[in-house]
């Protein structure tokens, strides 16, 4: 799956040069929490939050910057972010972009890598729509369970077969028995989280019947 097959194409955008309580009327009336920046020439050129935005609340705006000139850059910075009624100067500069065939593994780790809720999708460079944090909570919930084949030897071989290639289990480790689709898996494993990974491994498949564990953790050796 990829972005133009999730992504939002119906996007509310504000001008760099629009007022800060502007943006907050989009956002409260639109029940969104960010906004794409488009400059004058309409393109995209920064984000405006409501983390940015929230910084007007979370310190008391001086009436003015000391006359220091060892005044650090980020107290100055500051000062902006809390004064200024422009949008060009609250705002995120640097979007984080991607194009409409991405697929959705690489946007979720851009919004990991960068700790942000949303990305911009552009197709050269023009604004196409948005994919945010709750597009990606949808594609989880519309997966389904891997469907194999039925019966009991089917789902014994897609299991054996799973064990092996997923987790690097063969069977010469562990023994898999499949009566009347209920799973029962037996043997020797490193660690309760390998214990875990199986059996989220087998209620993934589709068709089981419940899963008896009969695996133990085997003793390390000094």
């Known amino acids: 799956m990829r972005a133009r097959d999730i992504m939002t194409t119906k996007v509310i955008t504000i001008d760099a040069c629009a007022n800060v309580s502007h943006a907050i009327r ?34 008391d705006p001086p009436s003015r910057i000391r006359d220091n000139s060892k005044q650090p850059v980020c107290d ?32 979720a780790k851009l919004m990991a890598a960068h700790n942000i809720k949303r990305v911009v999708v552009l197709d050269q ?57 209920q799973v029962s898996i037996t043997g020797n494993i490193d660690s309760e989280l390998q214990r875990q990974a199986i059996k989220v491994l087998v209620e993934h498949i589709n068709g089981t019947n419940g899963f008896i564990d009969g695996l133990h953790v085997a003793p390390r050796t000094a």
């Not at 609250?90 to 690489?106: G, K, L, Y």
Request: glycine letters at 8%.
């Open 76 to 107: 100055i910075r500051q000062y902006i972010k809390i004064n200024a009624w422009r949008i060009s100067d609250v705002m995120t500069p640097n979007i984080v972009a991607v194009t409409p065939d991405a697929p959705v593994s690489i946007i």
């Open 125 to 181: 460079g023009h604004l196409v729509g948005l994919v945010s944090r709750r597009d990606l909570l949808r594609v989880i919930t519309s997966r389904k369970p891997d469907i194999v084949a039925t019966g009991d030897d089917a789902l014994k071989l897609a299991i054996a077969t799973r064990l092996k290639t997923e987790l690097g289990l063969a069977g010469d480790r562990i023994d898999v028995a499949v009566r009347n689709s």
């Open 26 to 59: 989009l956002m409260i009336d639109n029940h969104i929490s960010g906004l794409p920046v488009a400059d004058e020439f309409g393109r995209i050129c920064g984000m405006v939050t409501e983390g940015d935005l929230l910084a007007r609340c979370e310190n």
